[in-house]
């Protein structure tokens, strides 16, 4: 007999919180959440956060008066992570703690890992960066250069946040500095298994923190091929040796400036590939200025939370005989529990699903930490 006691509502009521307790990357950045419903690939106008700067009050001249101008982004509604199943564990369940067991708990953490990896993309905006690639961080040095970063990025210093990857984090957990951290008043880090908050920010772990692979195969000499105006995005280079293709994230460091890669370019010919889209725009720089291309890394992230931002969208109910659906919300997250009935295999269908999209803000508020 199929389960009659739990209803939508209960699961998807046990179900938000679990979620909202596995998910790591939009916790920790901008998050725009609204009641409209929405489906997927719908785009959506989002409010940047304002930055103003302090100066100086000068008694003679009077105030600086900034404007005050609230600009937006649009972002697409391009993911619905989702967890499908049917199973008689399922259809024969009889109490909310055996469907919670089998499907709940399960689902929610397997969505809250796919937003998580999702978000974690993101790294392909950023062109700030410290460290070298192949080497992974391990000491608190590693961690104050990412402090140093934003600090010449002049990122807010409140609310700063790094997310690295299971290496970096194993090595940091074996830092004596942190290993002790209960001689010091706190074992937060102990206790836990965090990496805790450290030169001020908060340092966490993630399996999802991504490793880049550049679309370089081999490269020599490699340098500007034609002079760049000051204000373009598009840069020529070429080389003695230089094979492969360029990938959106790859990272640049050209004249003492660093760039990132915006979109995957065509594959070198004749040691030369034109037309490369990056970001920052340029300084005026030379014909024949000195290219040096980053290789392969992990992309650990230390960032302001301004730098991106998370965007959900309740989903609609779904139209349809025997369909039922409910959609609550909780603290800015918003789940959809959809049950219906295979006659086929005459069994309960479930589903889980969350809407949502990521943007960069302000990517000069963020920095790659190469492992």
């Known amino acids: 007999m199929a389960n009659t006691f739990v209803t939508l509502k209960e699961i998807a009521r046990q179900a938000l919180p679990v979620l ?23 785009t959506v106008k989002v409010r940047k956060p304002v930055i103003y700067e302090a100066g100086d009050f000068n008694e003679a001249s009077g105030v600086q008066w900034q404007d005050i101008v609230e600009d937006s982004v649009e972002v697409t509604l391009d993911h619905i992570a989702t967890v499908d199943a049917r199973a008689s564990a399922i259809e024969t369940a009889t109490c909310i703690d055996d469907l919670n067991r089998v499907f709940v708990e399960p689902a929610a953490i397997a969505i809250a890992e796919k937003i998580n990896s999702d978000g974690l993309n ?15 961080p391990s000491k608190l040095s590693d ?43 706190s074992n937060q880090a102990l206790r836990e298994g965090s990496i805790g908050r450290i030169y001020g920010m908060d340092n966490y772990m993630s399996q999802a923190v991504k ?17 760049v105006a000051a204000g373009s995005t598009h840069v020529s280079i070429d080389g003695t040796k230089l094979e492969g293709y360029l990938k959106k994230g790859d ?23 034109a ?14 200025a000195e290219v040096t291309l980053v290789g392969s890394h992990v992309a650990n992230l230390a960032f302001h939370p301004m730098a991106f931002a998370y965007v959900t969208r309740p989903l609609s109910n779904p139209d349809g005989q025997g369909v039922e659906s409910y959609v609550t919300s909780y603290n800015g997250l918003s ?26 803000i302000y990517p000069e508020l963020a920095a790659r930490i190469l492992g």
């Open 20 to 42: 909202h307790q596995n998910l790591l990357f939009p916790n920790i950045i901008y998050t725009d959440y609204a009641q409209d419903f929405h489906g997927v690939g719908d």
């Open 122 to 136: 993101l790294y392909k905006d950023v062109f700030r960066r410290v460290g070298t690639a192949g080497q992974t």
């Open 143 to 185: 961690i104050a250069a990412a402090r140093k970063a934003l600090n010449l990025a002049q990122a807010p210093t409140t609310g700063r946040c790094a997310v690295w990857d299971v290496d970096a984090d194993a090595n940091f957990m074996s830092l004596d500095a942190l290993v002790n951290a209960e001689k010091a008043g």
């Open 211 to 227: 490793k880049h692979e550049t679309g370089i195969t081999s490269a020599a000499g490699v340098k500007v091929n034609g002079a």
């Open 251 to 273: 990272l640049l460091t050209i004249g003492g400036g660093e760039y990132v890669v915006v979109k995957d370019t065509s594959a070198a010919a004749g040691n030369a590939i």
């Open 275 to 288: 037309g490369v889209e990056v970001y920052p725009p340029m300084p005026q720089t030379a014909d024949d």
């Open 335 to 360: 789940l959809r529990v959809t049950r219906g009935y295979d006659q086929q295999y005459k069994r309960s269908v479930y589903s889980m699903d969350v809407l949502y999209g990521f943007k960069t």
